[in-house]
């Protein structure tokens, strides 16, 4: 059974407790008690299946076989660029596999490949003003700058990796007919239509400045730091592009494409999911459904208790859907307009044609005068929905509207 279903089983008994309780029957009251601790149970379960498919990654769906495991085990972001800068460490591996990556991509690099696979590994930061500076005796206490977290690939988006050229995607948009037929009576011709959706090459970068120590460490948790920076940044350029790209030089996301359907706010935020669930099921859309939204709308949600002072939960707002709130979700307008998105996720296409390209800059006027070092990092990548009517968008919610 769905969870959405054992929630709304739940609410039917939680009611007949309440009536119980009025009427004073005891006898009533204890066996709806106990049927909802039996069911509390096959809830959490149900809980527990959904938060692991939620944790499930991106799939990747081509690629990666080239780079093998020794390039995942050995490969040392900090000792690629120390070397790049020209600083006395071995970095002979990192160069030798360059050739390798370059095959992937598809072209040399501008300065060092850093291939995307290897980010892995999570671990702590700490900013003093605009650059990193390492501690000398525990690495491990870094402490990470506020940053959202990447969520689109969590959510189910599929991942191609290893593109070269621009790629063109067959995408059906009509099936041949099906009819029923007598005994030797011919059956009518029909025929499948097809287009195709293109994914083309983007580019994404950011400069940065690294102290040269950093770059010398031999540390573990250095090296982690390093690996954590680049795919964070990387992670949070491509999601804010899947969420709602579409502006210069960017892909084009889910609430830029064309074709997505929209639900005008209700009376609460329950009645219009309830309206964006709908909108989905006539359009037969996947089970691999989730929700998009902001941290504000979480709060609204929270807030809102039923008639005996306890939370309503947000599983009944939204239906026991699988909901992440992210600051990644856009806020725009006046008064603000929270966006929400309520859709198939393994529908939207994530395509990387580089490894993340670094170039070292030693010579920097600002970093030089420093010791440090300048850095430019860019990766190349393209969005793209598969079906525009697997999602639905929420138009005019704010956090003001009744949560039920």
């Known amino acids: 059974m769905k969870l959405s279903d054992l929630i709304e089983k739940r609410a039917a008994i939680v009611a007949r407790m309440s009536a119980a309780h009025e009427k004073d029957d005891g006898e009533a009251f204890t066996a709806a008690e106990l049927e909802l601790r039996d069911l509390d149970a096959k809830i959490e379960r149900a809980r527990k299946i959904d938060a692991a498919d939620r944790a499930e990654p991106g799939r990747p ?11 995942r085990s050995r490969f040392r972001v900090g000792r690629a660029l120390a070397g790049a800068a020209g600083l006395g460490v071995d970095w002979s591996f990192e160069r030798e596999v360059q050739t390798e990556l370059a095959k992937r991509s598809g072209r040399s690099p501008e300065g060092v490949f850093i291939p995307t696979e290897i980010f892995e590994t999570r671990a702590l930061t700490t900013v003093t003003g605009s650059e990193l500076v390492p501690t000398d005796h525990r690495p491990d206490q870094y402490v990470s700058a506020l940053t959202s977290a990447s969520v689109v690939r969590g959510l189910g988006a599929r991942v191609l990796n290893g593109l070269t050229g621009n790629v063109s995607i067959p995408r059906e948009t009509a099936s041949p007919a099906i009819g029923w037929v007598a005994e030797n009576a011919a059956l009518s011709a ?14 994404a970068g950011a400069l940065s400045e690294y102290s040269r120590n950093m770059l010398m460490q031999a540390s573990p948790d250095v090296e982690a730091l390093l690996r954590q920076m680049l795919a964070r940044n990387l992670a949070t ?10 502006g210069a030089n960017q892909p084009k996301g889910v609430l830029a494409t064309a074709g997505i359907q929209t639900a005008a706010v209700s009376t609460s935020i329950f009645e219009v999911v309830a309206r964006a669930q709908a909108l989905a099921d006539a359009e037969n859309v996947g089970a691999a ?4 939204t902001t941290p504000g709308i979480r709060k609204t949600v929270a807030t809102k208790l039923d008639g005996q002072g306890r939370p309503i939960g947000a599983d009944v707002v939204f239906l026991g859907m699988p909901t992440v709130f992210s600051n990644l979700a856009p806020i725009s307008g006046s008064p603000a307009e929270h966006a929400l998105i309520y859709g198939d996720w393994s529908e939207l296409l994530i395509g990387v044609w580089s490894e993340i390209d670094i170039l070292v800059n030693p010579f920097e006027s600002t970093a030089y005068a420093k010791g440090n070092i300048s850095i430019r990092a860019m990766a190349t990548v393209d969005v793209a929905v598969r079906h525009p009517k697997a999602f639905v968008s929420v138009r005019g919610l704010t956090p003001s509207l009744p949560a039920i």
């Open 190 to 203: 029909g025929d499948a239509d097809f287009d195709s959706i293109t994914l083309s090459p983007k580019h």
């Open 237 to 246: 350029a491509i999601d804010r592009a899947a969420i709602a790209g579409g």
């Open 61 to 71: 769906i081509a690629g990666d076989a080239r780079l093998d495991s020794e390039i």
């Open 289 to 292: 459904r989730a929700i998009l």
